[in-house]
Nanobody, 122 residues
């Protein structure tokens, strides 16, 4: 599975942004998909994740109520809708694929996209 994330940019606090992650390969629908983020000098953390069917989702406490993950298996794409963005959401966002359930740690993810920068100004 090859992943390509896009949709990042520079926005003001309170704004919305939608990230997309396009996957190649016919086995996309087998995988849980996650979005991670890494701010400068910090570790890469799991933000949201969704299982293969969309019936199960994981959200980090810091983004609950603001971020929504969804997927379209027919389009081999997973989305991250980010609302009410805060400066602390500034990071490089990565999409990744895993055969494990949502919420699994990064070591359980086998495939990674290249990352897209999200910058939220105050």
């Amino acid at each position: 599975v090859q992943l390509q994330a896009f949709g990042g940019g520079l926005v003001q606090a309170g704004s919305s942004l939608r990230l997309s992650c396009a996957a190649s390969g016919r086995t996309f629908s087998r995988y849980s998909m996650g979005w991670f983020r890494q701010a400068p000098g910090k570790e890469r953390d799991l933000v949201v994740a969704i299982n293969w069917s969309g019936s199960s989702r994981y959200y980090a406490d810091s983004v609950k109520g603001r971020f929504t993950i969804s997927r379209d298996n027919a389009k081999n794409t997973v989305y991250l809708q980010m609302n009410s963005l805060k400066p602390e959401d500034t990071a490089v966002y990565y999409c990744a694929a895993s055969l494990y359930p949502p919420g699994s740690p990064s070591a359980r993810y086998d495939y990674w996209g290249q990352g897209t920068q999200v910058t939220v100004s105050s």
